[in-house]
């Protein structure tokens, strides 16, 4: 599998580098806040010392347009896909660490499922934020060398990945709805696919473990 940059054009289709901030102070309280799990990945929607950074008014009101958002994290150990989310926003990723993400485009699912021969890998450098956005198929990045953690800042507009909403089913996709503003494709040999998540990925669950450094 190719693994392209964030500053390839083939990016643009799916984000963009956001620019003009001091991301200093953020990353050093995300290090120093954030665990690093030794296997898998943790999720933390909202922690509280990075809501408290001046940048996170600055990214509500600029990035987000003055809409509430929520600053957490997404760190661990992990090179498969087992599943692709999309959000009714963008999301901000920045990571104190290199990341690798594996993206789709909403548009490249058909009747509701995607083949994950759509996925492309893009590799992101640590201290560089971008913007995914909200047309994008993602999930939790993966590490960038074999057995090796990393840690990512997530903002997303607040309340997203909280509890799911009790509905009812109109359509397909309300069958993909897995958390407030979280609609997810699980592959179907993946964690959450056994945990009752909706199987819409078919093709291989991609693993670049093997095409890591050490």
Known sequence: MKIYSVYDPEFSNYGKIVEGYDFSELLKVLDEVSPMPTEGTEYVAKQPELMALPVAKELSENEFGGMPV?????????????????????????????????????????????????????????????????????????STRKNQGFKMLVVLADGTNGPKPAITIKNEEDKLLAGANKWLLAHPDSPEAKAGATVAIDGPNIDIYDILPE
């Open 70 to 142: 929520e600053l957490g994290w997404c760190n661990g150990v992990n090179t498969v896909m087992n599943g692709l989310e999309y959000h009714r926003c963008s999301e901000l990723n920045l990571g104190t660490t290199d990341l690798i993400f594996l993206l789709a485009k909403r548009e490249d699912m058909v009747n509701g499922r995607l083949d994950s021969s759509c996925v492309k890998a893009f590799l992101c450098p640590k201290g560089v934020m971008v913007e995914t956005f909200a047309t994008t198929l993602h999930y939790a990045p993966c």
